[in-house]
C-alpha cells in the first residue's frame, strides 16, 4: 500500500534570485508585504495550474507551483503603500490584485509590473471575484474580468462598494437602489455568475443571510444562518454556484450561491459523528477547495476530506499524522492530489524553501480502517464536459452522457442547472448497449431550454426573460460514494444570451448594376455623389441643411445597392444567417435610419393606423436620450412597443409616423419624388427575437423619379388654359372673311373664294 504521506524538499533551490517577481529587487529597497490574518491561506489559480500566492507571515508568489526557492513577496517603494499589511488577494485573469493598507494593487505577472487601482475614493479591506476558465469567449472573459471593492464589516445602508470590469485597474461606485434599507453590517459582495445575481452578505445580531440584486430573488432573503468570528467565504471554481463558509470553529457550505447554507458534518464510517464542526469542537487552520472536493487541517493535528458532489455535506477523517506547523496549507494540484505545503527558511540563500506533504486521495481511502463504501459507478462520460454553450432566445440545447454502473448496483444519475430561473431541463434516460462483460450501457439525453419556455414554471419564479443569464449544467450521481474521487461530476456553462456566430443580412436579389443604372468598377473607384442640402439634415431632425453634402460610396462594405422603384411602397427582407448558413427571414419588429440624414422618405403608417395603445418612440425621442449610448442607438435594451399593455406612455399624437417596421403591422417605407442612393443602418429591436444586437448598414438606388417642376401645378393649369383660350380666339376671330381679295393665278383664272393662298416660286429658265 502507498504511504499515506510522503513530505520532500523541494528539488529545485532557484539558483537566480534576480529573476524572482517584480519588487523582490535588493536594490529597488522593495517592502515585505505580511497577511493580517493568524490562519493561512493559499490561493491557487483556477485557470493556470502552475500559478498560486501563499499568505502568511510573509506572501509567496509562484508560477511553479512552489518547486523552487521563493523571496518573500514584496512590493515596489514607489508604490508608497505604508503599512504593508495585505488583507485580501484575488486572481483576477492575468493579474493578481491585493488590498495593501486599504488601497488595491495590480501586480501584472506576466508583465511583471505593478499599478495602483483608480477610481477607488473610500477605504475598502477585501476584493472579491471570479474566473472563467471554459473558453475564450466574450461572456467569459466578462466573468474574469469583474471584481468588487469593499469594507468588511462597514454598515450597509451607507457602505461604500467599488466594481471594476476590467480586472481591477479602474473602479466605479457601485449603489443599487435598495441598498439605503438594508440593515446590517457587510459581511461580503460577489457576483455570483451562476446565478446571474450580485450577492451581498449581511450580518446582523449573530445572524447571517444573503440579499439579491435582481428578479426573482431581490423579493425576499436568503435563508440566514448562525454567524460568528471573522468568517472567510471561498467561492470554489467552476461557476457552480458552491460558496464555503469557514472560520476556526466552524464550517458551512452552500451550493445554491448562498440561499441555502448548511453546517458540514462529520462521519466516520456509515455513522453520522457530528452534525457540525461545532459539535466536533476542533479548530480549523487552513481549508482547500477546488471544483470537485475540499479538505481541512486542524490544529489538532488532523486532516479531513469531503465531496462537493451533489447531496454529499460532511467530511470524513483521515489517520492522524504530526502534519500540521502554523504556517502550514492546503492546496489541490489535481483530482484527489492534495498538498500540505510550509515555507521553510533556506539556511544558505536569503530564499525560502517548501516543504511538500502530498497525499493521494484515492489511496487514502482504499484504508479498510475507514470503511468507505465502493463506488458505484465504472463510468460516466458526456461530450459536453468543461465546455461552453450559447442558448439564444427561444433556442434548444441536446446533451448526452453515457453511464456504466457496478455490475449489481443501481446508481441513480442527477443532472442539475444552478440557475433553474433562467434555464430549465428534461432528461430521459435509458437502456442503450452492453458492455463486453455484460455491463447495461444506460444513455442519458438532457434537453435544454429557458426556463420561460417549457411552461411549467410561474412568472414569479423565472428572471427576466430579456436580461441575458448564465447557468452550469452539472450531471453527477446522487449520494455518490466518496470513494469516487476520480469519477467527477460533468459540467458545462451555458450562456443563455447572445450566439455571436448570428448576423442579418439584407436580400439584393437586383441591383442597380446588374440592371446596368450603376456601374461597379466605378463603384469601386472611389466613387461619390452628392446630397442637395434640401434632401438631407446632419442632425436628423429633417430640417434641410445650409450646403450640399459630398459622400464617398464604400463598396467593400455596402457592395452594390439594391433597385428600388420610388412610388412602390417598400421594406427590405431581412434574412438572418449564422456560419455563413441561412436560418430564417426575420419577421421581428426592426427600425430604419439613413446613416446621412435624408429625410426624402416616410412611413406608410401613423400611431393610429398602427392600432397603438401608447405613444410609439421615434428616432427623435431616441436620440434625445441617447446619453453615452451613441446617436444610432435604438435596438432591444431601449425599444418599447407601442402595442405592450405595460406601456404607459399616453398616445398623445395618434397622426405621428410610426418608424417600426415588421413584426405585428404592415409598416412600410414611401419615398418622395428623388432618385439617388440611400444608406441605411437596420437594426433589430424586438427584445424577444435574440439577445444579440442584430444590426448592419446596406444601401439602395431609388430610380423611377421624374424631376420635379419649377413651376407649381396650379400656374402651369392656368398657363394651359390661357393657351387653349387663345387658340379658340385665333380659330374663331381671325378667319378670311368674303370680301376678302382674290387672287390670280398662274392661268388668270379666278380661284374659288377662300381658296389658299399659294406662293409661288419663279420657274427656272423663265
Known amino acids: 500500500m502507498h504511504r499515506l ?3 520532500f524538499w523541494s528539488a529545485d533551490r532557484g539558483s537566480d534570485l534576480a529573476a524572482l517577481p517584480a519588487g523582490q529587487s535588493s536594490a529597488a529597497m522593495p517592502v515585505l508585504l505580511y497577511f493580517s490574518s493568524t490562519t493561512r491561506r493559499l490561493i491557487k489559480h483556477p485557470c493556470k495550474n502552475n500559478i498560486a500566492l501563499y499568505l502568511g507571515q510573509q506572501l509567496f508568489f509562484t508560477r511553479n507551483n512552489f518547486e523552487s526557492s521563493l523571496l518573500p513577496f514584496s512590493i515596489p517603494t514607489s508604490m508608497q503603500v505604508g503599512i504593508p499589511e495585505v488583507t485580501s488577494a484575488h486572481f483576477s485573469g492575468s493579474v493578481l490584485l491585493l488590498v495593501v493598507n486599504q488601497k488595491v494593487y495590480i501586480y501584472d505577472y506576466e508583465a511583471d509590473s505593478w499599478n495602483t ?4 475614493k473610500h477605504p475598502v479591506s477585501h476584493v472579491s471575484g471570479d474566473n472563467c ?3 475564450e469567449h466574450p461572456f467569459c472573459l466578462v466573468i474574469s474580468n469583474s471584481v468588487f471593492a469593499y469594507l468588511y464589516g462597514d454598515q450597509i445602508s451607507q457602505t461604500n462598494i467599488y466594481f471594476s470590469n476590467n480586472q481591477g485597474y479602474m473602479f466605479q461606485k457601485y449603489v443599487h437602489e435598495r441598498q439605503a434599507e438594508l440593515v446590517g453590517s457587510l459581511g461580503g459582495i ?3 455568475h451562476s446565478l446571474s445575481q450580485v450577492g451581498q452578505l449581511l450580518i446582523d445580531q449573530g445572524k447571517g443571510r444573503f440579499w439579491y440584486s435582481d428578479h426573482p430573488l431581490n423579493r425576499s432573503f436568503g ?5 460568528s468570528g471573522n468568517i472567510e467565504v471561498l467561492v470554489t471554481p467552476g461557476q457552480k454556484g458552491i460558496l464555503i463558509f469557514w472560520f476556526e470553529k466552524n464550517l458551512l457550505v452552500s451550493r445554491n450561491a448562498g440561499q441555502l447554507i448548511d453546517p458540514v458534518q462529520v462521519k466516520k464510517k456509515r455513522t453520522t459523528l457530528h452534525s457540525s464542526i461545532v459539535e466536533a469542537n476542533i479548530t480549523i487552520h487552513s481549508v482547500a477547495a477546488d471544483e470537485n472536493e475540499m479538505a481541512v487541517l486542524t490544529q489538532e493535528d488532523d486532516l479531513y476530506y469531503g465531496s462537493l458532489g451533489i447531496l454529499t455535506n460532511f467530511l470524513i477523517k483521515f489517520a492522524h499524522q504530526t502534519i500540521w506547523s502554523q504556517g502550514a496549507a492546503l492546496m489541490f494540484t489535481n483530482l484527489g492530489m492534495l498538498e500540505i505545503l510550509t515555507p ?11 516543504q511538500k506533504c502530498p497525499v493521494n486521495i484515492q489511496a487514502v481511502l482504499m484504508d479498510t480502517k475507514l470503511q468507505v463504501d465502493d463506488c458505484k459507478v465504472e463510468f460516466l462520460q458526456g461530450e459536453f464536459e468543461n465546455k461552453m454553450y450559447i442558448i439564444d432566445m427561444k433556442s434548444e440545447l441536446e446533451l448526452t452522457a453515457l453511464m456504466i454502473p457496478r455490475p449489481g448496483t443501481s446508481p441513480v444519475p442527477l443532472a442539475v442547472v444552478s440557475n433553474p430561473h433562467s434555464l430549465g431541463l428534461q432528461t430521459i434516460i435509458y437502456e442503450d448497449d452492453y458492455t463486453d462483460d455484460g455491463n447495461t450501457k444506460h444513455r442519458l439525453n438532457i434537453s435544454l431550454k429557458q426556463q420561460q419556455h417549457w411552461g411549467r414554471a410561474d412568472s414569479s419564479f423565472t428572471s427576466n426573460i430579456k436580461r441575458p443569464t448564465l447557468s452550469t449544467i452539472t450531471l453527477d450521481i446522487a449520494n455518490k460514494e466518496i470513494s469516487c474521487v476520480d469519477l467527477k461530476p460533468l459540467t458545462a456553462l451555458i450562456s443563455i444570451g447572445c450566439d455571436l456566430k448570428k448576423k442579418i443580412v439584407i436580400q439584393n436579389d437586383v441591383s442597380a448594376c446588374y440592371k446596368g443604372i450603376l456601374n461597379p468598377v466605378a463603384l469601386q473607384d472611389n466613387y461619390s455623389y452628392v446630397i442637395e442640402k434640401e434632401a438631407y439634415d446632419p442632425n436628423f431632425r429633417g430640417q434641410k441643411a445650409t450646403k450640399d453634402l459630398l459622400v464617398y460610396y464604400s463598396y467593400d462594405k455596402l457592395g452594390c445597392p439594391m433597385l428600388v422603384y420610388y412610388n412602390n411602397p417598400w421594406k427590405p427582407v431581412v434574412e438572418l444567417w449564422r456560419e455563413e448558413k441561412f436560418q430564417e427571414v426575420i419577421k421581428a419588429e426592426y427600425v430604419l435610419l439613413e446613416v446621412n440624414g435624408l429625410f426624402t422618405y416616410q412611413y406608410s403608417l401613423t400611431a393610429k393606423t398602427a392600432l397603438c395603445s401608447s405613444q410609439p418612440q421615434n428616432w427623435t425621442t431616441i436620440m434625445e436620450n441617447a446619453n453615452d449610448r451613441g446617436s444610432f442607438s435604438w435596438d432591444r435594451e431601449n425599444y418599447v412597443s407601442c402595442h405592450d399593455p405595460n406601456n404607459n406612455a399616453p398616445l398623445k399624437w395618434p397622426n405621428a409616423p410610426y418608424q417600426i417596421l415588421g413584426g405585428p403591422t404592415e409598416n412600410k417605407v414611401i419615398f418622395n419624388q428623388r432618385n439617388g442612393i440611400y444608406i441605411f443602418l437596420i437594426s433589430i429591436v424586438d427584445p424577444y427575437y435574440s439577445y444579440c444586437h442584430l444590426e448592419t448598414t446596406f444601401s439602395i438606388y431609388v430610380y423611377g423619379a421624374f424631376p420635379l417642376q419649377s413651376i407649381s401645378p396650379e400656374i402651369s393649369i392656368i398657363l394651359l388654359m390661357l393657351f387653349i383660350l387663345l387658340s379658340l380666339y385665333h380659330l374663331v376671330h381671325l378667319r378670311p372673311s368674303s370680301t376678302s381679295p382674290t387672287c390670280i393665278n398662274q392661268n ?8 389658299p393662298i399659294a406662293y409661288l416660286s419663279p420657274t427656272p429658265g423663265r
Open 5 to 7: 504521506w510522503d513530505a
Open 133 to 135: 476558465c471554459y473558453s
Open 748 to 755: 388668270g383664272d379666278f380661284p374659288m373664294r377662300n381658296a
Open 344 to 354: 521553510l527558511r533556506d539556511p544558505v540563500f536569503p530564499a525560502f524553501d517548501f
Open 190 to 192: 460577489f457576483y455570483f
Open 117 to 120: 487601482s483608480t477610481g477607488i
Open 223 to 227: 435563508l440566514p444562518f448562525d454567524f
